[in-house]
């Protein structure tokens, strides 16, 4: 009862319905509403709502996480971010431009992120793969990184140990290209 409770999904999605308005009232928890994208008209607009209605539990989509991360990637070093629904889309994006590093997760649709990895590692050896998933057992570590993930981390990630991570394989990446050309 005393908790504020905030799902930040759209309320038409499969989920939002019971998460906003049901779950809620069933629990008698404060619940807060808002409409909108996560970076309007600031880039701050979450953390601002919660920080006002002192929200305590936040629960999202994992498209709006993936949004906020790639704002924080854009902001904390200029990184052009690009994002595919799955592996096969990530796969068919390759030949497109020149990528230094990949963000996957191990649960997708259509294809599994260690999959994915081996099929990145195929077409771009020196792209640095990083698996971010909550399937953080030692099996699924392992195998992500015999398939060529540079990195494993465990969700939720602090922002700090992304950044980082990002930078230093990003820095790799064009160490491992140039050293290819000599």
């Not at 992500?144 to 700090?160: R, V, W």
């Not at 930078?167 to 160490?175: Q, T």
Request: contains cysteine; proline residues 7%; aromatic residues 10%.
């Amino acid at each position: 009862p005393d908790s504020v409770y905030w799902c930040a999904a759209d309320i038409g999605w499969v989920t939002g319905h019971s998460y906003i308005v049901y779950g809620p009232l069933a629990n008698a928890t404060t619940g807060v509403l808002y409409e909108g994208v996560p970076d309007y008209p600031d880039r701050d607009r979450w953390w601002a709502i919660v920080e006002r209605y002192k929200v305590d539990i936040l629960y999202t989509a994992p498209t709006a996480i993936r949004s906020l991360i790639r704002i924080a990637l854009e902001e904390a070093g200029g990184f052009f971010t690009s994002e595919a629904n799955n592996g096969f889309e990530a796969l068919k994006a390759l030949p497109s431009r020149k990528f230094d590093l990949i963000i996957t997760d191990i649960n997708m649709p259509d294809m599994d992120g260690i999959t994915a990895t081996e099929g990145v590692i195929e077409q771009v050896p020196f792209c640095q793969v990083v698996i971010l998933s909550v399937q953080s057992e030692p099996d699924y570590m392992r195998r992500a990184m015999m398939a060529g993930a540079k990195d494993f981390i465990p969700k939720p990630p602090s922002g700090d140990e992304l950044i980082k991570t990002i930078r230093f394989l990003g820095e790799r990446a064009k160490k491992d290209e140039e050293r290819a050309k000599v």
